[in-house]
């Protein structure tokens, strides 16, 4: 604030604290008495505003400090903490996992497994067939919607799908392919639907590696 408003408001402040002394029968003097003290007023609702808005702001930054202190686990700040090499995703609110066409039985084996499904935006409706086929089979299923432009695979080109694994679960990749391969085909040619050599750790700058299985959709 400026020095010299910060004097005249102090001044005035002092004038109207003072008693008042104004002669009651000199108007003049009863009205500029009357001004002080409600520039005082005014001043005081100002200053108790400001007040509370740096309260409420210094409560929001030791908020966003906190989250940062413990490791990014929002999935927000999560980006924000990530390489800027990095892939960005974007999480679909409208996304709803379409009910598979075709009867799959659901099995104990798949309980616990999380499949990643991430697609580029123009494959949301082939993404959202292949959430709701792997859910009913019995998998967990987690989505974004992503470039892939970093991903390790043999062809990035539109139309490819490309189902990937950890070590320790490449032996479901096949059988991945055939749960989804029954919603996509024949809208999908077979030899579109691949599997993907190597593992996740291969995409090392996808945002979201989480996941024991990934179906990828370009």
């Known amino acids: 604030m400026n020095v010299d408003l910060t004097k005249d408001l102090y001044q005035i402040a002092c004038c109207c604290m003072e008693d008042d002394v104004t002669d009651p029968e000199d108007p003049i003097g009863a009205e500029s008495t009357k001004t002080k003290k409600s520039v005082l007023a005014e001043v005081g609702v100002f200053c108790t505003t400001l007040k509370g808005f740096l309260i409420s702001a210094s409560a929001v930054i030791a908020a966003l400090a906190t989250l940062f202190a413990s490791g ?14 990095a892939e960005k995703t974007s999480h679909n609110r409208q996304f ?4 598979p066409k075709n009867s799959i039985e659901r099995s104990s084996e798949y309980e616990g497994i999380l499949v990643s ?42 139309g490819f799908v490309w189902i990937k694994a950890t070590p320790a679960k490449v032996g ?9 391969s029954g919603e996509l085909v024949p809208g999908i040619p077979g030899d579109k639907l691949g599997l993907a050599p190597g ?20």
Do not use: M
């Open 117 to 158: 499904v991430f697609y580029r935006k123009h494959r949301l409706e082939d993404a959202q067939k292949t959430a709701g086929a792997l859910a009913q089979a019995g998998f967990k299923t987690t989505h974004a919607e992503v470039g892939l432009d970093n991903a390790v695979v043999p062809n990035k080109s539109s």
């Open 96 to 99: 709803k996992p379409t009910p």
């Open 72 to 85: 990014c686990q929002l999935p927000l700040i999560s980006e924000l903490c990530t390489s800027p090499s």
């Open 172 to 180: 479901l990749k096949e059988k991945v392919r055939w749960i989804i």
């Open 199 to 218: 593992d996740l750790n291969d995409d090392l700058n996808l945002i979201e590696r989480r996941g024991d299985i990934q179906v990828q959709l370009y």
